[in-house]
């Protein structure tokens, strides 16, 4: 019996209503105001375009040819030169090799190209891989039927295939999805096991290749050195095949659902082993850079080279918008690619291909309300006031809570920043108490305007006021009755 994510992908038509819906802002044009993109845009060109649940994209070598598997039409699409042009199949379900224009695919997924140019499709809902080449469309290995068998091209089986990525042999790699493994595809069509144990359920356990488990994988991405990442979709993390062995990449374990079997996914950004996700799932590789559709989190993350997890685009709930880069609305995107500078992204729910400019070696994290009241778990409210900063609860005492006046709250400096790990210090020539914290510093002193005052002799700041004199951001939950910031640091 399939699970939850698989029955997503095939369960299209009835989740996104519409299979038509249309893309129609203006071609994609270059912004220079922020290296990071500050604008992001549906992709379309001068004509309609109309896309039926996009989900894998890949790069076609030597060219900026994007390729587009659309699953819900079942057809294999290309983006070039602001034109979509068909690559392969009918408009509908089937399994048909031939010409590509009359071959026909099972809600497909996932795509990827080799070296010499021919585009590998997971299609998934037959349970093969297929290769295009030179016109023309066949099966490179599965027998069409579910199952689990290595072996030659044509008795070969897999359980609804997803990501795909290729190695600098062009042997394919393939994200066996229900069978909760990693398969290589050698060129001839030989299938092995790659790494992860077989079974009717996933799990998880790091350790040698032909021990380690995985929770129905999904997205794949070579580094340059030849390392695979995956995104261990049922587990909430990203995995790492280094060698002879599996890893942890980012995420950590969370509590298992009983009936699905699924890690609890959440959201958390910060240090990678510490970060959460919520079905991660198409991956893209450059710079040593790891940007990751993060799908039922709504959000595109990334995975910087200090080890840093960060939002990249996305709010959080799923929606459909455009434009700046923190009001950007997602639902369900599947697939990344990065093509000449942009970062283009299969908003799946929604029927488009979004994109963005996306400077890998300038990355900012995306700072919004959203993120910051995502990345805590607010208590139920009461009396007082709960303050959160950088994700952790402010432990506050009865003489240092926080205070409401003027229809505004008062924050207590030297327990708000001492809990951050600041150094705080009185100058006494400019009667300002100076707080630091590495190369970031703010100083603060009472003003008429009442944004830091003197009551019972403790120092209070208000909290809508820190945003404005230093990088701190700030919302208030009024639910939970709780002030949330962020320092940006």
């Not at 039926?52 to 290309?78: A, C, E, H, M, R």
């Not at 509590?255 to 240090?271: E, K, L």
């Not at 700041?461 to 320092?487: C, K, N, R, W």
Request: net charge neutral.
């Amino acid at each position: 019996m399939k699970k939850e994510l698989i029955s997503i992908v095939c369960g299209f038509m009835v989740i996104s209503g519409s299979l038509s819906s249309i893309v129609t802002a203006e071609a994609v044009q270059t912004t220079s105001s922020n290296v990071q993109g500050s604008i992001v845009q549906n992709v379309s060109s001068n004509a309609v375009l109309s896309l039926k649940q996009p989900w894998g994209l890949t790069t076609v070598p030597g060219s900026n040819d994007l390729i587009i598997v659309q699953s819900g039409s079942g057809t294999i699409s290309k983006w070039s030169n602001g034109e979509l042009q068909t690559v392969a199949g009918q408009g509908a379900e089937g399994y048909i090799d031939d010409k590509s224009a009359k071959a026909l695919f099972n809600h497909p997924t996932y795509t990827a190209a080799d070296s010499k140019g021919n585009i590998y499709i997971s299609d998934t809902d037959n349970h093969v891989i297929r290769k295009i080449k030179n016109g023309e469309v066949y099966t490179l290995a599965g027998t069409g039927v579910a199952g689990y068998k290595d072996g030659q091209r044509n008795e070969a089986q897999f359980n609804s295939p997803g990501g795909l990525a290729v190695d600098s042999n062009n042997n394919v790699y393939v994200a066996d999805t229900l069978n909760h493994v990693i398969r290589k595809v050698t060129s001839e069509g030989i299938v092995t096991t790659f790494a992860g144990q077989q079974g009717n359920n996933g799990a998880y356990l790091d350790g040698a290749v032909g021990s380690a488990k995985f929770n129905e994988p999904v997205g794949l991405v070579f580094d340059e050195t030849g390392n695979l990442y995956v995104a261990d979709s049922g587990n909430q993390m990203i995995r790492l095949i280094k060698g002879s062995k599996v890893e942890t990449f980012a995420g950590k374990a969370t509590s298992i659902d009983p009936v699905t079997g699924y890690m609890a996914g959440g959201f958390q950004n910060g240090d990678r082993l510490s970060a959460l996700f919520n079905r991660p799932r198409g991956l893209a590789y450059a710079d040593k850079v790891l940007l990751i559709a993060d799908s039922l989190n709504h959000r595109v993350r990334a995975i910087q080279k200090d080890g840093k997890v960060i939002t990249v685009a996305g709010q959080g709930t799923s929606g459909d918008q455009v434009g700046a880069l923190d009001k950007v609305m997602f639902n369900q995107p599947s697939g990344v690619a990065l093509v000449s500078g942009k970062l283009y992204v299969s908003d799946t729910l929604n029927n488009k291909l979004k994109v963005l400019n996306l400077d890998l070696q300038a990355l900012k994290p995306l700072r919004s309300e959203a993120d910051l009241l995502d990345a805590v778990s607010l208590l139920p409210a009461g009396k007082n006031i709960q303050v959160w900063l950088d994700g952790v609860q402010v432990k506050l005492n009865t003489t240092t809570l926080p205070l409401e006046q003027f229809d505004r709250i008062y924050l207590p400096v030297r327990a708000l920043f001492g809990s951050w790990g600041a150094d705080i210090r009185w100058n006494t020539t400019s009667k300002e108490t100076v707080i630091s914290k590495g190369e970031w510093t703010l100083s603060l002193k009472p003003d008429v305007s009442f944004n830091v005052q003197i009551i019972k002799g403790t120092l209070y700041v208000a909290a809508d006021y820190l945003p404005t004199v230093s990088s701190f951001m700030q919302v208030y939950d009024e639910d939970s009755h709780a002030i949330v910031l962020g320092s940006g640091q």
